[in-house]
């Protein structure tokens, strides 16, 4: 089975969210059952500085609207793995600083750049001579890729399976662009939407098989789907939720060299070390307070309407709490206005920082996550292998893979909020904090059930392959 996997992102290349965690831990778990699974991301500009990292594999055109780019292939793998990434290179559209756009402005000419990304992966085979079995695209930015496939706008025999990472990101532009990235009458009718161009809605209609990242948000988006609810359900028949994994060599709090000290489930150590660190390092108060941890896209997604409402009252719990984010400038003012009024408790880092991120996680006891909407979320999972409790809401994956402590029977792995207010969610971050200020050994147990859990991407990679044998089957 060859399977070229397609998205706009890849850790520790290019990362803005999970998209990228994903595309790195995903490929190479399907590689150890067996499957020749290559992946393709743009070039962008960070990974052009590191070209003596990569071998170049030639170059081929990519005809689109009438006019012929070159696309130029270099060559390099997923770390770790034997997993071969191609870097698809045009300049003119990624060698840039950004990956979607630059100080919060989304590039202007996003449609031809990932039209281009989604045309090239489409050409990237008979250019090599290894043609594809099934093409999995990510997202919208690559969500063109099935439609180009299903209008017959190129010549091979792939299928294709897109996966909806969220479900909020859509991808709108104008309809009459739509001759410019090649789409010809059929690919116009499937990505149509009223008078604009909705390229989600295109890949949903052209896909052979859709998956989305866990079962609970796979049934949320038939009622709740963001305006495709039809689309979705027009191919409910053809849509599965499959859990996200996380890489459990990279998040592996006993060998991660971001950490002060190593720990385990079974020697919780080296957490309390990390803890003190971490204090240290940001200038918080060096005391036992709880330490209640959020590292997110600065985005209304994440729940930061609620966690604004609720933000004294949850301080008034006598907790600290540090942030690591980027995005929406409202709320970045917001934490960095809480740090001078909460000196010691509060630190905010404005900022995407891989080491911080793995830090925060060793060093909180508490980890926060109030999504509104939740696809998958992975730091609730890498919450739960560095013993930092999650407290989440009740939502898509969040709802399946967090279950409600129980410390009379030992059972369950963090505390949950099911209406999304700031009452409820402060009353599931009071229960963590009352446990954890009671019953030190339930808390114990608590966050060793957690780092035990298995959630690598084993199952997760079985499952996609039965998506693939059963397109190919077709
Ligand atoms: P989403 O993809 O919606 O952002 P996920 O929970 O799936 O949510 O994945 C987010 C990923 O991005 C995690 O790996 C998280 O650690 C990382 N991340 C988010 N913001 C930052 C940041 N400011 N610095 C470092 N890593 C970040
Ligand atoms: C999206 C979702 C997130 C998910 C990630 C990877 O960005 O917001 O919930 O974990 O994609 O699938």
């Known amino acids: 089975m060859r399977v070229l996997f397609v998205a706009a992102e890849l850790a520790p290349f290019a990362k803005v969210g999970g998209l990228a965690d994903v595309a790195a831990g995903l490929p190479p778990a399907l590689a150890r059952l067996g499957l020749d699974v290559r992946v393709a991301i743009p070039k962008y500009r960070a990974i052009g500085e590191r070209a003596q990292d990569f071998a170049s594999a030639g170059t081929f055109p990519v005809t689109m609207g009438g006019k012929d780019l070159t696309c130029s292939v ?189 720990y385990s489930s079974t020697d919780l150590a080296g957490k309390v070390v990390n803890k003190r660190a971490l204090q240290e390092a940001l200038g918080l108060a060096p005391t036992a307070a709880p330490l209640l941890g959020m590292v997110s896209r600065l985005a209304e997604q994440k729940g930061f309407d609620l966690l604004l409402v609720a933000f004294e009252r949850m301080m008034a719990f006598g907790i600290q709490f540090v942030l690591l984010g980027e995005g929406d400038a409202r709320y970045a003012s917001f934490f960095r206005d ?25 060093g909180a006891d508490i980890f926060l996550m109030p999504s509104r909407f939740e696809p998958a979320g992975l730091n609730q999972l890498y919450s739960l292998r560095y013993g930092a409790v999650p407290v989440v809401h009740a939502t898509g994956g969040l709802k399946d893979t967090i279950r409600e402590c129980d410390p009379v029977h030992d059972r369950g792995n963090g505390f949950l909020f099911a209406e999304y207010t700031a009452e409820a969610m402060l009353e599931a971050v ?26 690598s991407w084993n199952r997760p990679a079985r499952q996609y392959c039965a998506v693939y044998e059963r397109v190919v089957a077709r």
């Open 338 to 362: 809480a740090e001078q009024r909460y000196p010691g408790r509060v630190r905010a880092l404005i900022e995407f920082s891989e080491p911080w991120a793995h830090r925060i996680e060793a």
């Open 430 to 455: 009071g229960r963590a904090i009352r446990l954890w200020r009671t019953d030190p050994e339930a808390w114990r147990k608590l966050v060793a059930r957690g780092m035990a859990e298995d959630h």
């Open 74 to 262: 270099s060559q390099g793998i997923i770390p770790a793995s034997d997993v071969p990434i191609y870097f698809l290179g045009h300049d003119p559209y990624f060698d840039r600083r950004g990956i979607y756009g630059e100080q919060n402005e989304e590039y202007p000419d996003s449609l031809a750049r990932f039209a281009f990304l989604s045309r090239a992966a489409l050409g990237l085979g008979p250019a090599l001579g290894w043609l594809p079995d099934v093409i999995h695209a990510n997202d919208w930015h690559t969500a063109l890729a099935p439609v180009y496939l299903r209008a017959g706008a190129v010549d091979l025999m792939s299928r294709s399976v897109l996966t909806i990472h969220n479900l909020a990101y859509q991808g709108w532009f104008p309809i009459d662009q739509a001759a410019a990235v090649g789409l010809n009458e059929a690919g116009r009718k499937l990505v149509a939407s009223g008078r604009q161009l909705n390229l989600l809605r295109g890949g949903i209609q052209a896909a052979d098989w859709i998956t989305t990242v866990s079962p609970t948000y796979a049934e949320e988006i038939l009622t709740r789907g963001e305006g495709l609810e039809d689309a979705l359900q027009a191919r409910r028949d053809s849509l599965t939720g499959i859990l996200n994994g996380i890489d459990t060599s990279v998040w592996d709090p006993s060998t991660d060299p971001h950490l002060w000290a190593p």
